[in-house]
């Protein structure tokens, strides 16, 4: 089983909040992810890590900003949070660096802003 | 530019059915395919991780296989359950990129 966890699991904020969602894995993990998804949509990576000190944009483009301060830590933070940012946020971690490996995903943070 | 097909988008079947979901891929460089499951306002749940050099993985009803060659992936289920019934995605990785290529998913519907 996974060791991949997300806090909070919902969040629901007012327009103009700084908000960070915390992604914590305790696998040793050193490529982590960020995945956006809107309901019955298709997943969009929107940030990735290959470890300490790393941080990668995705494919979509997003506002939010990720850290990568530890291994096992990759928050992703948002400085002013806007009603088009009302979504599912996906934190997921694989064990490989260069080739993309088996992967494994935390519960999601919905988050909605008002 | 690896791109990846699922088919059918929805499927609504009664339970105990046996069913087929399929992937597609256009780039037959993968690295590894890996069926996922994903239950409503949920993260998703790794279910099969098929390397290249393999043709099949198996977990209890489960049954996934990979032909390199022709570009596709079933997954097969047994004796389908309510249980069962949530999202499956596939995704692909590819040589020429480090990131997983996702499917946009079948969503399955299985009823008493």
């Known amino acids: 089983e996974a060791d991949i966890y997300q806090t909070p699991r919902y969040l629901v904020i007012g327009t103009g909040k700084k908000i960070t969602l915390e992604c914590s894995q305790t696998?040793?993990?050193?490529?982590m992810y960020w995945y956006q998804q809107d309901p019955g949509m298709e997943l969009h990576l929107i940030h990735y890590?290959?470890?300490?000190?790393?941080?990668e944009k995705g494919d979509l483009s997003s506002e939010s900003t990720v850290s990568r301060i530890r291994t096992e830590h990759f928050p992703l933070t948002l400085e002013s949070a806007r009603p088009s940012h009302t979504s599912q946020y996906l934190c997921?971690?694989?064990?490989?660096?260069?080739?993309?490996?088996?992967?494994?995903f935390g519960e999601g943070s919905r988050l909605t802003v008002l | 530019k690896q791109e990846v097909t699922q088919i059918p988008a929805a499927l609504s079947v009664p339970e105990g059915e046996n069913l087929v979901l399929n992937c597609s891929f256009t780039?037959?460089?993968?690295?590894?395919l890996q069926w996922f499951r994903q239950d409503p306002g949920k993260g998703l749940t790794s279910l099969l991780l098929?390397?290249?050099?393999?043709r099949e993985q198996t977990s209890g009803r489960l049954n996934a296989s990979l032909d390199k060659s022709s570009g596709r992936s079933t997954l097969y289920i047994a004796a389908s359950q309510p249980g069962d019934s949530a999202t499956y995605l596939c995704?692909?990785?590819?040589?020429?990129?480090?990131?997983?290529?996702f499917g946009t998913g079948t969503r399955l519907q299985v009823f008493p």
């Open positions: 997921a971690s694989s064990e490989t660096i260069d080739i993309a490996g088996e992967l494994f």
């Open positions: 696998m040793g993990h050193d490529k």
């Open positions: 890590s290959y470890g300490v000190n790393s941080t």
């Open positions: 780039d037959s460089a993968i690295y590894n």
């Open positions: 098929i390397q290249s050099s393999q």
């Open positions: 995704a692909v990785g590819s040589y020429n990129t480090d990131k997983l290529i």
